[in-house]
């Protein structure tokens, strides 16, 4: 199932026919570990996208192709319509356009200070100062940790530290956000302070991809979903995506406490993110 997409707006970033396996070695002298066999995926300017999967299923290495990570063994991924290629200006091109935030921050942080971690990204682009301290200052802004931008990072708590990662991507202004985990290991409160720093930035335009197990985290907070089941992508609004238990327990996830209690009632409620 592929839910049509807004004619009016062409993806800014797509997989189409993509095949990708991890060789991993064994005591039998080795297997394949299939990620993707044929799948497709199309990301529009602003979207709201939950990737959604059981541990295992290959949402990371997904979200990793998408940025240029890790390279499909078939199959293209397209940035504005063209082919991007291993190749360094194809590279330079995708990772301008795309940021990737990993489930750990600390996997990301290593400067002295805050300031100095987000500003990494926009002065490797060559950017002159002014503008640099322009892009830090509004990602500061937008993740509301303008505060801590003269503190250390590994001093910092778990959900700060995630918002400096965030804050670092936003810096390098991307078109497509890719987030692993994000709320994992996050109080209530922080978590919906972030996903409400995560719809500030995805109402200024960037398209925020998320990749969770977590269906009513994308219940509550996604338009539509994609489960990644045995190298396939099945995709459609949330609303009727999250209420298929065949196809959710093909993915080793359950159906999200709002459907559940939705179906007990026998009433239609409004759709994820309406009021």
């Known amino acids: 199932m592929t839910a049509p997409r807004d004619t009016a707006r062409p993806p800014v970033l797509a997989l189409r026919d993509a095949r990708f396996a991890h060789r991993c070695l064994d005591y039998t002298g080795g297997h394949r570990h299939t990620v993707l066999e044929g799948a497709g995926l199309e990301v529009a300017p602003g979207e709201r996208l939950v990737l959604l999967g059981g541990n295992g299923s290959g949402k990371t290495t997904l979200l990793r192709l998408l940025v240029g990570l890790n390279w499909l063994d078939g199959g293209t991924l397209e940035l504005d319509g063209e082919r991007v290629r291993d190749r360094r200006a194809d590279r330079t091109r995708l990772r301008e356009a795309v940021q990737l935030v990993l489930q750990e921050p600390d996997d990301q942080l290593f400067a002295a200070s805050v300031r100095a971690d987000v500003s990494f990204g926009p002065v490797n682009l060559g950017l ?148």
């Open 128 to 275: 002159d100062r002014a503008e640099v301290e322009r892009r830090v200052a509004e990602a500061l802004a937008a993740l509301a940790i303008a505060d801590l931008a003269d503190r250390v990072p590994h001093h910092l708590s778990f959900g700060q530290r995630k918002r400096v990662a965030i804050a670092g991507a936003l810096a390098m202004r991307p078109r497509v956000l890719l987030l692993d985990e994000p709320t994992a290991g996050l109080d209530p409160v922080a978590c919906d302070d972030l996903l409400a720093a995560l719809e500030a930035v995805r109402a200024a335009g960037t398209a925020v991809v998320m990749a969770t197990h977590d269906v009513d985290l994308a219940w509550a907070w996604a338009r539509e979903v994609a489960v990644l089941t045995a190298g396939h992508l099945t995709r459609g609004p949330a609303h009727d995506v999250l209420r298929d238990e065949v196809l959710l327990g093909a993915a080793r996830l359950a159906v999200p406490w709002g459907a559940r209690v939705s179906r007990r009632l026998k009433r239609t409620v409004l759709r994820p993110g309406e009021v």
